[in-house]
């Protein structure tokens, strides 16, 4: 995806239509899932400012269209190794507590319908670190989809300093 490329994801139709509809992206073969209620945009790789003294998976600081984003780096933030961004990389613009946050992630796969009754509470205990920020587990055209609950995943990140 080029640095020119954006994907506009809310609709006119107003948010009700999004309720139940992940957007779906990769990290390494892991299939995760956002619903479409906090994503505004799908955005490409584009120069970022680090900035210091921040947890190593905030990668820093872009510049969207004269506002600034602090971005993220999925994979780090589940505590898995950092690897060189490719043409598939991407960002996922997220709003989240009156702000948009980068998500970096591996690659956007689809955008997929998932009601109630498909979604299963995740295990109430794991090893792996980012399972603390599942909202739910689902099985989607026979892929496993792990659900991230936006509150959990942001919640140290964003409080108050």
């Known amino acids: 995806m080029s640095t020119e490329t954006s994907i506009q994801v809310k609709t006119e139709d107003g ?3 999004l309720r139940g509809r992940f957007l779906t992206f990769l990290i390494d073969d ?5 619903e479409l209620l906090y994503i505004s945009e799908i955005i490409g790789v584009q120069p970022i400012t680090r900035i210091p003294g921040l947890p190593g998976y905030f990668k820093g600081i872009i510049n969207l269209r004269g506002k600034v984003a602090p971005i993220i780096d999925v994979r780090l933030k589940f505590g898995q190794e950092e690897r060189a961004y490719d043409d598939k990389t991407c960002i996922i613009m997220v709003n989240i507590s009156e702000m948009q946050v980068g998500l970096i992630v591996d690659m956007v796969a689809d955008v997929v319908s998932m009601d109630d009754a498909i979604r299963n509470p995740p295990p109430e205990s794991s090893a ?3 399972d603390r920020y599942l909202s739910s587990i689902a099985n989607v055209g026979g892929k496993v989809v792990l659900n991230i609950d936006c509150d959990k995943f942001f919640q140290s990140d964003l409080r108050p300093y």
């Open 15 to 17: 948010l009700e239509d």
């Open 128 to 130: 792996r670190t980012g």
């Open 30 to 34: 892991t299939y995760y899932g956002i």
